[in-house]
């Protein structure tokens, strides 16, 4: 394999990800030799795009707890050696990303080590710049650069880059950014006692053995708020006691549990680095996907009356109404993944129209006045400042979501697309899938639609949806049914089966 190609298997979206360390079932892909040349191509991407000379560039590492993160930290460090270099630590990546806009950073740059949610043995590197997340273009741009100066080096080893002998200075920005988080709370509750506005909260935090157990010692606890019955907030690259994903049902579950046996007012969950969140309300009630839409949704039309709304192409009917029946907001359903939502949000109000939040059912959420960055902990404290405020009215942050309705019954099937050329092939299935239901008198095709296709469907008195888009980055054909009664999912999945029957390539 040249080492080009070595490089741009790594790309996914906007990001680098691979195999940190090789399993029976993948061999390595991603090693430190490899992260350090990225690394010095993302140096002189900053160097190009600021028109500053390497040497005069501030540019911060940080990673989560992964077991890979300490030998890709040094092969970064190596790889940036040119410029200042700042090393944040343990970390999450809001943080990562406020560090090009707090004063006190003031960084030109900065990376984040981090495979998000994914297994122990993956890693990856995410790049923020002055303007936020970059772009797949940019790392386009980046992968560019690193293959140009290892143009000369192609075989199946690489050496690694020329180090200058520059040590990273230290840089404590879980302080800075834990100071950042404390004010935004206290001028937001302006509590009688303004130093601890969450006395008298009981609030419990699962980091899921992230790099996020801080939010609840350094922020929450340093507020008032109890913090007992907390779990899992030391760092453990191993994941032991479930995966750190608040979309995972065993996620979920364990912070509910912690919730119900410790009595407490509210529970926050974060992943691996911190950039999603969801909650769960004192009874247990969990409150993710659509619901946490819904929640924050309605924090905003308070604070932002006429906002537009935007949310992945996966969000329920019932939230569409809910949100511009209930709460006289706009909501656009645009395209999966956070930074197509985030970026659509940014386009908005660019036009003019304003839009205050972009959330993928992820958890992936970004608020307008928090630099569109999705930060689990920023969520986290709209949620947590709103339920203090409600205390102090007699309220709960269930009164915000008493009129959402949820569907009766929700349903995805991935088929896995068994052909060297899957794109084309996923594409005529989905334009023949808009043939199909288009001369179907129980479907209707669905307008205005950003991602695949989507119908709506009346069958015996069960209405519902359907969904058919291509995944992301991967050979799949993701399904997703959401039906109003139980029952109805398999209605329209029968209804569909001569459809599916057309395509050999297609497999469950």
């Known amino acids: 394999m040249t080492t080009e190609k070595r490089f741009r298997r790594l790309q996914n979206g906007n990001d680098i990800r691979g195999a940190a360390i090789a399993t029976e079932k993948e061999a390595q892909t991603l090693t430190p030799e490899l992260a350090a040349w990225i690394a010095r191509g993302f140096a002189r991407f900053l160097s190009e795009t600021t028109g500053k000379p390497a040497e005069a560039l501030r540019i911060g590492l940080g990673h989560d707890s992964r077991i890979t993160a300490d030998a890709l930290m040094q092969a970064c460090a190596i790889g940036l050696s040119e410029a200042q270099v700042f090393d944040c630590g ?235 029946n209930d709460l006289h907001l706009h909501h656009l359903r645009y395209r999966r993944g956070y930074k197509n939502v985030i970026d659509r949000g940014v386009q908005l109000n660019a036009e003019g129209k304003r839009c205050e939040l972009a959330i993928e059912t992820s958890g992936h959420g970004a608020f307008k006045e928090n630099h569109f960055s999705d930060d689990g902990a920023y969520i986290a404290v709209k949620i947590i400042c709103r339920m203090a405020r409600l205390r102090a009215e007699g309220r709960n942050l269930e009164d915000l979501i008493q009129n959402l309705k949820q569907p009766a019954e929700a349903r995805e099937v991935r088929f896995s697309i068994q052909t060297e050329d899957f794109a084309s092939y996923g594409q005529q299935v989905l334009a023949d899938f808009q043939q199909f239901c288009a001369a179907e008198p129980s479907f209707q095709i669905v307008t205005p639609n950003y991602e695949g296709v989507r119908i709506s469907f009346d069958l015996d008195g069960a209405h519902g949806w359907v969904l058919v888009r291509m995944s992301l980055h991967d050979p799949v054909l993701p399904v997703n049914l959401e039906s109003s009664v139980p029952g109805g999912c398999n209605l329209v999945w029968e209804k569909l089966m001569p459809f599916w029957n057309r395509y050999d390539k297609l497999h469950v």
Not at 110 to 135: D, E, V
Not at 221 to 227: K, P, V
Request: aromatic share 8%; proline share 6%; charged share 20%.
């Open 90 to 324: 343990l970390i999450t990546t809001p943080a990562m990303f406020q560090s090009v806009i707090l004063p006190e950073s003031d960084f030109d740059g900065s990376i984040m080590i981090t495979a998000s949610h994914l297994p122990f043995n993956r890693n990856g590197l995410k790049f923020f710049t002055k303007q936020g997340a970059i772009a797949h273009e940019d790392l386009d741009r980046i992968l560019d650069y690193t293959i140009e100066l290892t143009a000369s080096l192609d075989g199946d080893s690489l050496p690694w880059p020329e180090n200058y002998g520059k040590t990273p200075q230290p840089f404590d920005l879980k302080g800075l950014y834990s100071a950042y988080m404390r004010n935004i709370i206290c001028t937001n509750v302006a509590a009688e006692d303004y130093e601890h506005p969450l006395k008298g909260l009981h609030i419990v935090v699962d980091s899921g053995n992230g790099a996020s157990g801080f939010f609840a010692t350094e922020i929450l606890e340093a507020l008032g708020a109890d913090i007992s019955g907390s779990q899992f907030l030391d760092p453990d690259g191993t994941f032991p006691n479930h995966i750190p994903n608040p979309e995972a049902e065993a996620a979920m579950q364990a912070i509910r549990q912690a919730v119900l046996n410790a009595h407490a007012d509210l529970g926050v969950i974060f992943d691996c680095d911190g950039d999603r969140g969801a909650v769960v309300f004192a009874d247990g009630t969990e409150v993710n996907r659509n619901t946490l839409i819904a929640l924050l949704s309605a924090i905003v039309a308070e604070e932002a009356p006429d906002s537009w709304i935007v949310t992945d192409s996966v969000t329920s009917d019932e939230l569409a109404d809910f949100l511009e």
